[in-house]
């Protein structure tokens, strides 16, 4: 039997490579222009982590995480969120002693167990961000903004905020009794989810997607009426602030979130386009998690977007770079002279493909073009004993004689390198992501 992909995994084929690193680049500039670092924590953690933040009767925890015991018996879980493991190393490392707001970025996977469909697998990624120390609207309309613009820059348009606020501790009990005394009488239409969270977390509620639930919740109080003065006017200045940058929100009363540690204002970034799994950002503030977990009271607000559900609306758009080079040689085995040239414009930081086994000149170019090469050297024994080389524009299929040695510094001219100080969004040149990273270490040639 051929040994295939686990059931919700998929492999991220270097065809569609080009997208990520576009996604993840335009990510991390944007993100380090709003003064966010990046921080990499493990894949896994203890289990009681998630049990504890998360909360026990979230379906994340209770249903979809992956739990297992290592050799000595210790329970641990596949990160299923990232917020969780941020806070954990936010208190291990004693970060409150940082200039606050601390403010952290992450991508990478996360863990499931759900039912695999559309927009949704069980191993999946997501961009996210958290800032940590304080209570500031302008921190959650930053992350609100932050989250809007990762999708749109990349070009995903038609996106829309849904924002509501959960209320504080005073505010959301005293409107949880209101709730449940409007439930009261209605717990037996309810799903059989919903009985479950009228007793355990009875705001779940709210967003239940059943038709019953939505019927009996819809003519019962909201939060969004029953907040106390303080948290309204968060709401509304969270408000002020996204629409002075002109972004396009609703506020959504029954919106609540799935996870137990949000307080104050919270938000989803939805597509239409999507269906079923429409939310491609969410987050908001959870003031009390840091605490909860054990360290002193600290506020926080944050977000993650899922990079699949954007790679979904990106569909067949093309982030592959033509501005690669093809070496085309006529005399086989490769001459060294070949060789040093092929190893120079690749020092150089030029993307450069060859072929490493006999083919006609007619082939190779055909190749060179199939590939989206921007430009051809071609050149065989008579180049080589004149010190020349062939220099094809594959867009105009014009050519010309130049001199070797000239070469790299020809190719380095008319094709844009992406160095460090482009940020941001070099893609929209049609320059590959994975330029950037080598530029500042390139070896000048002859040194
Ligand atoms: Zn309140
Ligand atoms: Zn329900």
Redesign the pocket.
């Known amino acids: 039997m051929v040994v295939k992909t686990v059931r919700g995994t998929s492999d991220i084929l270097p065809s569609d490579v080009s997208t990520w690193q576009a996604l993840e680049l335009v990510s991390r500039n944007l993100l380090e222009a709003y003064d966010y670092r990046e921080i990499r924590t493990p894949i896994f953690e203890q289990a009681g982590l998630f049990q504890k933040s998360v909360g026990e009767c979230t379906d994340i925890v209770s249903k979809e995480m992956y739990i297992f015991s290592d050799k000595k018996g210790r329970e641990l879980a596949l990160r299923p969120e990232g917020t969780a493991s941020i806070v954990r190393s936010f208190i291990e490392h004693n970060m409150h002693t940082q200039t606050l707001p601390v403010k952290l970025y992450y991508m990478g996977p996360f863990f499931r167990y759900e039912r695999p469909q559309a927009g949704r697998t069980r191993q999946f990624h997501q961009i996210g961000a958290e800032a940590i120390g304080i209570e500031d609207v302008t921190l959650d309309a930053e992350i609100i903004d932050i989250s809007m613009q990762i999708p749109s820059k990349m070009g995903i348009k038609n996106l829309k905020v849904m924002l509501n606020s959960i209320?504080?501790k005073?505010?959301r009990s005293k409107y949880v009794k209101r709730l449940l005394g409007h439930l009261k009488n209605r717990i037996k239409k309810l799903c059989a989810d919903c009985n479950r969270r009228y007793s355990t977390n009875p705001l779940r509620i709210l967003d239940c997607k059943k038709s019953e639930c939505i019927q009996n919740v819809k003519d019962g109080p909201t939060i969004t009426e029953n907040?106390?003065a303080?948290?309204r006017n968060k709401l509304e200045t969270t408000e002020k602030h996204i629409s002075s940058l002109g972004i396009n929100y609703q506020i959504q009363p029954y919106l609540v979130r799935g996870l137990d540690y949000y307080t104050g204002v919270i938000f989803e970034i939805i597509h239409s386009q999507l269906g079923a799994q429409n939310v491609v950002a969410a987050g908001g503030r959870y003031d009390n998690l840091i605490e909860q977990m054990g360290g002193k009271p600290t506020p926080a607000v944050g977000f993650a977007a899922g990079i699949e559900r954007m790679i979904m609306l990106l569909g067949d758009r093309s982030f592959q770079s033509n501005n690669s080079v093809y070496l085309a040689y006529l005399d086989f085995p490769m001459h060294e002279k070949v060789f040093e040239l092929l190893s120079a414009l690749r020092k150089n930081g030029i993307h450069t493909k060859t072929t490493y086994q006999e083919k006609t000149l007619k082939n190779q170019l055909k190749t060179a073009a199939k590939s989206n090469c921007r430009f051809s050297l071609i050149l065989g024994t008579n180049e080589l004993s004149k010190g020349t080389v062939i220099l094809r524009d594959m867009k105009t299929s014009t050519q010309e004689e130049i001199k070797l040695d000239n070469a790299v510094a020809i190719i380095k001219k008319n094709i844009p390198l992406v160095s460090p100080e482009a940020k941001p969004s070099p893609f929209k040149v049609g320059i590959k992501a994975d330029h950037f990273v080598d530029v500042n270490k390139m070896i000048k040639p002859g040194s």
């Open positions: 209320g504080c005073e505010c907040l106390c303080k948290c």
